[in-house]
């Protein structure tokens, strides 16, 4: 969703984007987008002084610029906001973590870990390997980074149940929403939203043999009897694991990861490595990554260090062929009427998300079945964009990372243009911005109340600044 520039100041930022330009400006990251676009390392920044105290927490002179520069670039350069007005988003989100603390706001390690994992993934991803992501950040090591992205993501944790804590008995009513419309009507301000499509599927999964699954199988039995005759795993593994990760220096470096129950690690995985005691070796098992063993090496508490390694069946260029020339019949079948889409996802479709929704694809940012054109995935807008409604792909080559492999169809189901904001129209869209507006009045009020009796320390270059609430407690 795109919005006019004399909208923003009705409508603030998103929690997730605070939330997220937050994270990177603590990691020191100028634009998370620009490595997604440019592929390029964004400039370094010098941290500086210290421009606010808020009880325990501080914000530095460099983190105002940082946050603005990533505002800028999650809104897509339409933000028209101050650095004093960008200080007091910044201080009321320490505010909230101060006091999440005074309120015994719960965080467990687990749900730390999980986010940790999350984002390490994510920022290796960007920048293309764990070494080069501690290189960047001017970390000693990784155990160093996820200690700190620890700490960050143990405050955004923070936040965001403090804020739920606060606006959560918030609702709009109807009439309140089609007040909201009506005065942005008034000024001028209606947002503008950005073209959005729906999308369905045929998806035929690309299976290897039972021969070569068999073989595979019998591979890591024979690995597994070797590890149990007194054989190096951490060996076996660089030698025949297929885990990208088991030649790198960092997490799953020579099989080895720490995990816990809620890591981010497929369900067959984490329930073979929780059924085992320390030492104990398991037997092969299949997942849609491909056909495993695991070792535990230790057991902490919640958390377990253990070694696997990952062998994935071939398929061979006749079972690809033979894939992709059966989806090409099922599409010709709908282009000719024998047969509908809808029919088709029933009768040929492996993927069970899909498979008995008609095929519609859900957006995973939203959970719905829109996707906002400018912010979809460079892979599937390449695919789609140039289609009309009703148009279907050509079948095309796909896969889950280091998992599943398959062919699809794509069929754009609906379109909608770049459009002014209509109430009819856009309801539900309205009706989250009346109440994101009303949460965000929410929490201005209770920062006035918690302002009075908290500690508040202002660098002098900022005093000058006309804040909002008061701050400077004049």
């Not at 687990?110 to 986010?115: D, F, H």
């Not at 290897?208 to 597994?224: A, S």
């Not at 789609?384 to 095309?396: A, D, H, M, Y």
Request: charged letters at 35%; one cysteine or more.
């Amino acid at each position: 969703m795109q919005e006019k520039n004399n909208n923003l100041k009705h409508i603030k930022m998103t929690k997730s984007t605070i939330i997220l330009a937050f994270l990177l400006v603590t990691l020191g990251i100028k634009a998370q987008d620009s490595l997604i676009v440019n592929n390029v390392f964004p400039e370094r920044i010098k941290v500086d002084g210290v421009a606010v105290v808020v009880g325990k927490n501080i914000v530095l002179d460099s983190d105002i610029d940082k946050f603005k520069k990533e505002l800028q670039q999650r809104m897509e350069g339409k933000l028209d906001i101050t650095d004093c007005e960008i200080l007091e988003e910044i201080m009321t989100q320490k505010l909230i973590a101060h006091h999440a603390v005074i309120d015994s706001v719960e965080v467990s390690e687990a749900e730390i870990n999980s986010e940790v994992e999350r984002n390490i993934s994510y920022f290796s991803q960007q920048l293309g390997s764990m070494e080069k992501v501690v290189e960047y950040y001017g970390f000693t090591d990784e155990e160093d980074l996820r200690n700190e992205l620890a700490g960050i993501q143990k405050e955004q944790l923070l936040i965001q149940r403090e804020r739920a804590s606060i606006t959560e008995k918030i609702d709009v009513t109807p009439e309140e929403v089609r007040t909201y419309f009506r005065n942005l009507e008034k000024e001028n301000s209606l947002p503008e939203f950005s073209a959005e499509i729906e999308l369905a599927q045929i998806v035929k999964t690309i299976k290897p043999t039972e021969e070569e699954t068999n073989r595979v199988f019998e591979k890591l039995n024979e690995i597994k009897e070797d590890i149990e005759g007194g054989y190096s795993f951490r060996l076996k593994a660089i030698i025949n694991s297929d885990d990208p990760a088991v030649s790198s220096n960092g997490e799953g470096a020579g099989g080895k990861y720490t995990i816990t129950r809620e890591s981010n690690f497929i369900k067959e995985f984490k329930e073979v490595a929780f059924s085992l005691d320390e030492g104990e070796l398991s037997e092969p098992f299949e997942s849609g990554f491909g056909i495993h063993i695991i070792q535990v090496e230790k057991v902490k508490g919640q958390e377990r260090d253990v070694r696997h390694i990952l062998i994935q069946p071939k398929i061979s260029q006749a079972e690809l062929d033979a894939s992709i020339a059966e989806l090409a019949d099922v599409r010709n079948q709908i282009l000719k009427g024998e047969i509908t889409f809808e029919e088709a996802v029933l009768k040929y479709s492996d993927d069970v998300e899909t498979k008995n929704n008609e095929g519609l694809i859900l957006n995973p940012q939203t959970n719905d079945t829109r996707f906002d054109l400018t912010r979809m995935d460079p892979n599937l807008y390449n695919k789609v964009s140039s289609l009309n409604s009703g148009e279907i792909t050509e079948p095309f080559y796909d896969e889950i990372r280091g998992g599943a492999k398959m062919h699809k169809i794509i069929l754009l189901k609906s379109k909608e243009e770049t459009h002014t904001a209509n109430f009819t129209k856009d309801y539900e869209k309205i009706q989250q911005l009346t109440l994101q507006k009303k949460q965000e009045e929410t929490v201005d009020k209770w920062s006035v109340d918690k302002l009075e009796d908290t500690y508040i320390k202002i660098n002098k270059d900022f005093k000058k600044c006309t804040f909002k609430n008061n701050w400077k407690k004049e």
